[in-house]
């Protein structure tokens, strides 16, 4: 790279050319990119304007909810597809320079749809990391370096291809983008053996709001704190993680059973809230919950389907079942054993038999318009909660709840080792969603179902402060019109750090004062130029 200094006066004039010739945005940034650049790349190449006929496919590429697809949210001026981390480099600059609002894309996964929407600035565009894919594992280091496009998926395929009893401990859907997930904290079926993602991250690459690549020994233990777990885009753009691999057993086993309301559901379930987070740490069995028909009935009923991963053979799984949990009446007839990478896709839902290698596909299965919250549960729910719940899931299209048992190494961290701070005392976590296909029609009546529904699980769940998952971002979280930015921001900040978000706040401040990186739900700088966002806030779009 050529020196910014040394040739800032010649871009401001080139620059305030071009402008007063009102050159568009994506002309004026390929300017300013191959100014900064070393050599002259193909800028023109990697850049998508709404007027190019690939423009829809990209910006949809990896977009997950379709709800911030619909015409009516804002567009970006332009896509950037960097191809070297020099690219992005450039591009923070770039986007400085020219007065662009820039939202960092890798796996496209932001419940709130934060990596390809602004909905609180304008002109704004897209870095898309999707063409920043390498992965390269080390076996005799037991760890791999894996940047920030590529898939979780692809990390998992390329560690199983050197290795069979090696794996690493994050999300379930293999389509996640390692850029966003990790940052979010990262948990998957292993978390109860090896903790988050997060907890398993060695160094990291991050290029700062002055344009700066940083390693973990050049940022600082603060910094490297601070994006394990403090949520996408708010300190700088990950291009690498570091992480270290975890042993795995040769044999693994699987299972789903489904319980109905008319097989004991609700009685079982009350039981697993105590059984699933204490059991063998090799042990992890989520619930997937949601209204269906069963046979033999026309009206809806509630199913409860038990979906799990044992580090184990079948054998010793019948035998931690048969002490802790009988009333789910497990049999041998229900486990399939298997190895490691085939658990993976049986866990994220692909039909047995599909050969590992459909995880370089980096594709997503999981596309709709949709809403969705989360809690922790620190008591067992009682039945009767239980029951007020199958009634409002039963009034709702589409709706589905995912139960995560924590426990085991989730509790052994202490609440400020990373900024994730849900551990210790954290029976288990509850996802809901609305799910629906018919566009923004009725996107209304979903929403508010899912709000009231959250309202009433109230009395059940974690409090001061009720807690809330970053990586399930929930933008009706302190969203109180009444008050300042900051003081919103108080209000999801705690909820997903708890006390780390007084310490996210200070080291925002330190290294991004002026905050170039933001977006409806980054941390703020303290005080004045946290104000900055709140007058934009209230500039929405729906
Ligand atoms: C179908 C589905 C299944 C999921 N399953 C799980 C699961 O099993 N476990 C779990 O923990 N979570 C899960 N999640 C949540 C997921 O972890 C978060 O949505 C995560 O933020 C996705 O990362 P991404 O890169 O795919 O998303 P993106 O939308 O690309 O990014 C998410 C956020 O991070 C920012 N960001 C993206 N790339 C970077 C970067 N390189 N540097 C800095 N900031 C960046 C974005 O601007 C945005 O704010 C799931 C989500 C979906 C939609
Ligand atoms: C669309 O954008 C791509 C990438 O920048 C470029 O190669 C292509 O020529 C563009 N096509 C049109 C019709 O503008
Ligand atoms: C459904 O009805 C059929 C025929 O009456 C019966 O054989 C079957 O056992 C029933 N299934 C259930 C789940 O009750
Ligand atoms: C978790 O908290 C409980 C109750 O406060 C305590 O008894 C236990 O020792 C803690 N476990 C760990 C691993 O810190
Ligand atoms: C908003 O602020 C005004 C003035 O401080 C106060 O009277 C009102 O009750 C507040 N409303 C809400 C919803 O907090
Ligand atoms: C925010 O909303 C208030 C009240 O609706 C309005 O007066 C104000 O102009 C809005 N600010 C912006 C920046 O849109
Ligand atoms: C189930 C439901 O509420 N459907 C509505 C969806 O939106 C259309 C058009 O607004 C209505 O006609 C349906 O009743």
């Known amino acids: 790279m050529l020196s910014p200094s040394s040739h800032l006066a010649i871009l401001v004039l080139l620059l305030s050319v071009s402008l007063a010739a009102s050159a568009s945005y994506d002309a004026n940034f390929v300017q300013c990119l191959s100014f900064y650049s070393d050599k002259a790349a193909p800028f023109y190449a990697l850049i998508y304007t709404p007027k190019n006929v690939s423009f829809s496919s990209i910006l949809e590429s990896s977009a997950?909810?379709?709800?911030?697809?619909?015409?009516?949210?804002?567009?970006?001026?332009?896509?950037?597809?960097?191809?070297?981390?020099?690219?992005?480099?450039?591009?923070?600059?770039?986007?400085?320079?020219?007065?662009?609002?820039?939202?960092?894309?890798?796996?496209?996964?932001?419940?709130?749809?934060?990596?390809?929407?602004?909905?609180?600035?304008?002109?704004?565009?897209?870095?898309?990391?999707?063409?920043?894919?390498?992965?390269?594992?080390?076996?005799?280091?037991?760890?791999?370096?894996?940047?920030?496009?590529?898939?979780?998926?692809?990390?998992?395929?390329?560690?199983?291809?050197?290795?069979?009893?090696?794996?690493?401990?994050?999300?379930?859907?293999?389509?996640?983008?390692?850029?966003?997930?990790?940052?979010?904290?990262?948990?998957?079926?292993?978390?109860?053996?090896?903790?988050?993602?997060?907890?398993?991250?060695?160094?990291?690459?991050?290029?700062?709001?002055?344009g700066q690549i940083l390693d973990r020994e050049a940022m600082g233990e603060d910094l490297f704190w601070a994006i394990r777990g403090g949520g996408g885009a708010s300190f700088g753009i990950l291009l690498w993680w570091k992480i270290k691999l975890v042993p795995v057993p040769e044999t693994v086993t699987v299972f789903t059973v489904t319980r109905s309301l008319e097989q004991d559901a609700t009685k079982i379930l009350h039981r697993w809230q105590e059984v699933a987070p204490s059991i063998d740490e090799d042990l992890f069995i989520r619930v997937i919950i949601q209204p269906a028909t069963v046979a033999n009935k026309t009206e809806r009923t509630i199913t409860t389907s038990y979906n799990a991963q044992f580090l184990g053979g079948a054998d010793r799984l019948l035998q931690v079942m048969k002490e802790n949990f009988p009333e789910l009446g497990l049999t041998r007839k229900d486990l399939l054993e298997t190895s490691w990478i085939k658990s993976v896709l049986y866990i994220a839902g692909y039909p047995n038999d599909t050969p590992p290698e459909v995880l370089l596909q980096g594709k997503s299965t999981f596309k709709n318009y949709f809403k969705a919250k989360s809690d922790f549960v620190r008591e067992p729910i009682p039945e009767t909660g239980l029951e007020g719940l199958w009634q409002r899931l039963l009034e709702e299209d589409s709706p589905l709840m995912i139960w995560n048992p924590y426990g085991g190494m989730m509790s052994k961290f202490s609440e400020s080792d990373i900024p994730f701070p849900h551990r210790n005392g954290t029976l288990y976590k509850i996802q809901y969603l609305?799910?629906?296909?018919?566009?923004?029609?009725?996107?209304?009546?979903?929403?508010?179902?899912?709000?009231?529904?959250?309202?009433?699980?109230?009395?059940?769940?974690?409090?001061?402060?009720?807690?809330?998952?970053?990586?399930?971002?929930?933008?009706?979280?302190?969203?109180?019109?009444?008050?300042?930015?900051?003081?919103?921001?108080?209000?999801?900040?705690?909820?997903?750090?708890?006390?780390?978000?007084?310490?996210?706040?200070?080291?925002?401040?330190?290294?991004?004062?002026?905050?170039?990186?933001?977006?409806?739900?980054?941390?703020?700088?303290?005080?004045?130029?946290?104000?900055?966002?709140?007058?934009?806030?209230?500039?929405?779009?729906?």
């Open 64 to 210: 997950q909810n379709l709800r911030y697809l619909v015409p009516s949210a804002p567009k970006p001026e332009f896509i950037f597809t960097p191809l070297t981390d020099s690219h992005v480099q450039v591009a923070v600059t770039c986007s400085k320079k020219l007065g662009i609002h820039l939202r960092v894309r890798s796996g496209g996964h932001d419940y709130e749809g934060l990596s390809y929407v602004s909905g609180v600035e304008s002109p704004f565009m897209i870095l898309d990391l999707s063409k920043l894919r390498a992965i390269d594992v080390d076996m005799k280091d037991n760890s791999a370096w894996i940047q920030a496009g590529a898939t979780i998926g692809e990390v998992y395929y390329r560690i199983y291809e050197k290795s069979s009893v090696h794996g690493f401990p994050a999300g379930l859907c293999t389509s996640l983008g390692v850029g966003g997930h990790i940052t979010g904290g990262a948990y998957g079926s292993m978390m109860r053996k090896y903790g988050l993602g997060a907890d398993n991250v060695l160094d990291a690459k991050l290029v700062d709001a002055n």
């Open 434 to 542: 609305s799910l629906w296909q018919d566009g923004d029609k009725n996107a209304t009546k979903h929403i508010d179902w899912i709000r009231k529904l959250y309202n009433y699980m109230t009395p059940y769940v974690s409090k001061f402060p009720r807690e809330a998952y970053v990586n399930y971002r929930d933008l009706d979280l302190g969203m109180n019109k009444n008050s300042t930015s900051y003081i919103q921001a108080t209000s999801w900040g705690n909820m997903y750090f708890k006390d780390n978000f007084n310490r996210l706040v200070k080291i925002k401040t330190k290294v991004d004062p002026d905050n170039v990186f933001r977006h409806e739900q980054s941390i703020p700088p303290l005080p004045v130029s946290g104000m900055k966002l709140q007058d934009k806030k209230n500039k929405t779009w729906e």
